[in-house]
């Protein structure tokens, strides 16, 4: 999944399970390895962090999918490990990565930029929502939900 607005470029990749070895555990078995390369005026950095478990990955395919909608109050989307938030917001054509944990960038303090507060701004259109729901489910299209009950 790729967005791009300006000097600013954000890409998202999965790396793998965090415990291939795992398979029928119902939790553990699920959790992703995350990759982010970012491109900003401020520099740039790469960052790999389970913060993803399958079936969010899914959720969050689904998510863009209703923020392409017409009309869309799509909101934003969170998960379990707090490292990303994407926020829609269809008034301004924009949505909103927020990145924290492992994700942020290491050369800013909580102090420099308060907790959720550090966010990538793009552009976009409902053609490239779809474009990133359907990245995104390629990208997990070889990591399905493992283990479950």
């Known amino acids: 999944m790729r967005l791009v607005s300006g000097a600013i470029e954000f890409t998202l990749s999965i790396e793998g399970y965090q415990y291939p070895h795992l398979e029928t555990e119902p939790y553990d078995s699920n959790w992703l ?5 970012v491109e900003h005026p401020d520099g740039a950095w790469t960052a790999i962090d389970p913060a993803l478990l399958t079936y969010e990955g899914t959720a969050l395919i689904e ?42 960038p290491q050369r800013l303090s909580e102090s420099a ?36 009950r």
């Open 63 to 104: 998510w863009l999918e209703r923020a392409a909608q017409p009309g869309s109050q799509a909101g934003e989307i969170q998960f379990m490990e707090p490292c990303l938030i994407f926020r829609h917001v269809p008034e301004e054509s924009l949505l909103r990565v927020c990145l924290e944990c492992g994700f942020r």
């Open 113 to 148: 930029v308060p907790m959720w507060e550090f966010c990538l701004d793009f552009s976009v259109s409902p053609e490239v929502l779809r474009g990133c729901a359907k990245s995104l489910a390629r990208a997990l299209g070889p990591y399905p939900r493992r283990g479950r």
């Open 33 to 37: 390895n995350v990759r982010i390369d």
